[in-house]
Nanobody, 125 residues
Framework: QVRVLESGGDLVQAGGSLRLSCSTSGLTFANYHMGWFRQTPGKEREGVSCISWTGGTTYYTDSVKGRFTISRDNAKKTLYLQMDNLKPEDTAMYFC??????????????????WGQGTQVTVSS
């Protein structure tokens, strides 16, 4: 059974930093594209940052470029999102997603199949 579990969400002041983690089980992590998405009530889910199965290609939505960094540790089967200089508009539930490498890589438009339950990030002004 595939499991995707996010952690690291918290309440932080604007300008602060957080690191989200996404641990996985039941899949061969190294063979999966991975991504971070976020959603706030009443809004569509947004692709924040995604990384190809090789780790060689990454995608960032414009609003987080220069502030967020996605990385993966295949040995630990874990995906990370380092978030610096956080802004109130970054407040959202953050979700981790996984998709096998045979699926066409389209950045965060990749058709991700496995999703976690989310971790809440709240940035106060």
């Amino acid at each position: 059974q595939v499991r995707v579990l996010e952690s690291g969400g918290d309440l932080v002041q604007a300008g602060g930093s957080l690191r989200l983690s996404c641990s996985t089980s039941g899949l061969t992590f190294a063979n999966y594209h991975m991504g971070w998405f976020r959603q706030t009530p009443g809004k569509e889910r947004e692709g924040v940052s995604c990384i190809s199965w090789t780790g060689g290609t990454t995608y960032y939505t414009d609003s987080v470029k220069g502030r967020f960094t996605i990385s993966r540790d295949n040995a630990k089967k874990t995906l990370y999102l380092q978030m610096d200089n956080l802004k109130p508009e970054d407040t959202a539930m953050y979700f981790c997603a996984a998709e096998q490498r045979s699926t066409e890589w389209l950045g965060c438009r990749t058709s991700f199949h496995y999703w976690g339950q989310g971790t809440q990030v709240t940035v106060s002004s």
